[in-house]
């Protein structure tokens, strides 16, 4: 299940954008909203979050100086600010120093908002994809260890599969028949 974080310091914003994407989203994204950053970055620390929707006008930080947090918690969530300003400098500074995915304005067009939370869904989903796929690879070739790829971790429903080895005479990793074929090789 993928998690968004709502931040708005207006209660009735962070409500409205719960309850507009929501319905949007009915299965499959788990949407938890907060009205202060301190609260949302602890929450960040417990559990992984895919994508954050961040306004950028706070009392206490501004959107920018939250996110930048926030990716110190999460490198890989993706960011997205949602502002009534529309100065150049400011959205410069989020794309530059935040590495937001995208800048949203208020008010914002439920289509609008619909289509931009959605491809940063799938964004963040293809990210983890390509980062389990770059981290198996590496385990196959014995530059990753399970480990280092928090296998360790992981319960028993994630693991299973990734932990069965087939090994070779000389102590390789042999690989399954059908990834051998994609890529066109042959086990010797």
Not at 1 to 15: F, Y
Not at 45 to 58: A, F, K, N
Not at 107 to 117: A, C, F, I, T
Not at 172 to 185: D, I, K, Y
Request: net charge negative; with cysteine; proline share 5%.
């Amino acid at each position: 299940m993928n998690r968004l974080l709502i931040v708005d310091d207006d209660p009735m914003t962070a409500q409205a954008l719960a309850a507009t994407l929501g319905v949007m989203f009915p299965t499959g994204v788990l949407i938890e909203s907060f009205t202060d950053p301190a609260p949302a970055l602890a929450r960040m620390q417990e559990v992984d979050v895919d994508v954050i929707l961040s306004d950028y006008r706070m009392p206490t930080i501004n959107g920018i100086q939250f996110l930048r947090a926030a990716c110190a918690i999460q490198p890989y969530v993706v960011r997205l600010i949602l502002s009534v300003t529309s100065d150049f400098s400011v959205v410069q500074q989020a794309i530059n120093e935040a590495e937001i995915y995208r800048y949203l304005f208020k008010p914002w067009k439920q289509e609008d908002l619909l289509r931009h939370v959605g491809d940063a869904l799938k964004h963040a989903e293809q990210a983890r994809t390509n980062r389990e796929l770059a981290n198996t690879m590496l385990l196959l070739q014995g530059a990753l260890t399970f480990a280092e790829m928090g296998c360790l971790d992981m319960d028993e429903d994630q693991a299973s599969g990734v932990t069965v080895v087939e090994w070779g005479p000389d102590g390789q990793v042999l690989l399954p028949p059908e990834l051998l074929e994609l890529n066109g090789a042959r086990r010797a």
